[in-house]
């Protein structure tokens, strides 16, 4: 039997990219899709999520779909059961900031126990690595810019989804401490933005987007009147917030580089590394980046700062260059532009009105 890369959580954002991502590379993946679709567009008569649908299009290959919570661990073994899993990159997860403050139950469930289970049946089946969607929350308040992979982790942080992530890994540490057999790579991604170049797959976030670049998006198109502003009295240079918007595709192929390193039998343990540009750009310039590429003009109200917010972070780009030999190359135009395309091709996004 051919060998598999389990993906949970692959019919999300960032985990359906990195599936196009896999089966757009010459190796040839055998994809497996978990995700209990509870934040994916799934028709009715469909046996499979809008995104798996879409990227099986585009790419012309098979992806094997189980709708399965990772909380579930006979249902997840069964899975193991079916395919020869090699490694495991895991997206699965509740992400919304604000709704973890309000739902930390949940999000401590998903996140945390739904992780142990899944590091649970993969020891019952003898996988021993596993790719992890980290963020760059777990570094709370920077206290030095560029933030390097060596900056402390889980000081200041306030919301429960931001300590999941830092409990995750703390976790992940302790299990690589406890058995040289496991390698885990935890990708700590900045601000993830944009989509696939053909317009088919992007962010689809449910209700009133949280995000920056989603909402600017809907504003373009016509669905939300105004941007709020949150604040523009940060110390940078004009005032607003500066963050490191990395364009998913390129996040995705992180994800590739990052596989391939599961692979060299030298890496066992735990390798945390950031997945960024290098780059902070202001939510103004983000504005006019996006006016310029999508040709409509975005109306703005500056507002109090929200809750939680740091003035700026962005990425020290060298590890990942060293650990992987990935790089960011796509623009901030490029980003602009393909969440457009998207966008002004999917005003509801995958559902069709
Ligand atoms: P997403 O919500 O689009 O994707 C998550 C997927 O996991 C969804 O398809 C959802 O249905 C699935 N899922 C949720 N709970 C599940 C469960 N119990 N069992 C099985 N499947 C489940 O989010 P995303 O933006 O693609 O994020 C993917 C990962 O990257 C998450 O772990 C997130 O924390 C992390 N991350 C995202 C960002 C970002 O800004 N998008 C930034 C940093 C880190
Ligand atoms: C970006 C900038 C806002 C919306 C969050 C999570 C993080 C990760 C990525 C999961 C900030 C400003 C935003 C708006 C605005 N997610 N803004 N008006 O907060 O950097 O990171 O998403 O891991 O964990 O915290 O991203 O896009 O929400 O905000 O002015 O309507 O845009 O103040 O400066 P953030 P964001």
Request: proline share 5%; net charge neutral.
């Given at each position: ?15 359906s ?74 997206f ?49 308040e920077?206290?030095?810019l ?52 053909s ?21 373009a ?15 940078t240079?004009?005032?607003t917030?500066?963050r ?13 580089s ?96």
């Amino acid at each position: 039997m051919a060998s598999s890369i389990l993906i949970t959580g692959g019919a999300g954002y960032v985990g359906s990219h990195t599936v196009a991502a896999l089966l757009e590379q010459s190796e040839p993946y055998e994809i497996v899709v978990v995700d209990n679709v509870s934040n994916a567009y799934m028709a009715e008569d469909q046996m499979k999520p809008e995104p798996i649908r879409i990227v099986e299009e585009l790419t012309g290959k098979n992806v094997h779909f189980y709708n399965v919570d990772i909380r579930d661990a006979e249902k997840l073994s069964e899975v193991f059961n079916q395919h020869n899993i090699e490694c495991v990159i895991h997206f699965a997860a509740l992400k919304a900031v604000g709704e973890s403050v309000a739902k930390p139950m949940e999000y401590y469930q998903v996140n945390i126990s739904g992780t142990c289970t899944l590091f649970d049946i993969m020891r019952k089946h003898g996988v021993y690595k596993l790719v992890y969607s980290s963020s760059s929350t777990v570094y709370g308040e920077p206290q030095m810019l560029p933030i390097n992979e060596s900056h402390p982790t889980g000081l200041g942080m306030t919301s429960p989804y931001g300590k999941s992530k830092f409990f995750c890994e703390e976790i992940m540490k302790d299990i690589c401490r406890s058995d040289t057999k496991w390698t885990v790579v935890s990708l700590r991604y900045f601000n993830p933005v944009g989509a696939h170049r053909s317009g088919r797959i992007g962010e689809h976030p449910s209700g009133i987007p949280n995000n920056l670049m989603p909402y600017i998006s809907q504003v373009a198109v016509g669905r939300l009147p105004e941007l709020l502003v949150f604040g523009a009295d940060y110390e940078t240079p004009d005032g607003t917030g500066v963050r490191d918007y990395i364009h998913v595709v390129d996040l995705a192929e992180g994800h590739v580089s990052a596989i391939r390193l599961l692979r060299l039998p030298s890496t066992a343990g735990f390798h945390a590394i950031n997945l960024g540009t290098g780059v902070g750009y202001s939510v103004l310039q983000m504005i006019k980046a996006f006016e310029e590429a999508s040709g409509r003009k975005i109306p703005y109200r500056i507002v109090g700062r929200r809750a939680g917010d740091i003035a700026a972070n962005y990425a020290d780009v060298s590890l990942s260059l060293k650990l992987l030999g990935w790089r960011t190359t796509r623009t901030l135009d490029d980003m602009c532009r393909d969440t457009w395309r998207w966008q002004s091709g999917n005003p509801h996004g995958f559902k069709k009105s």
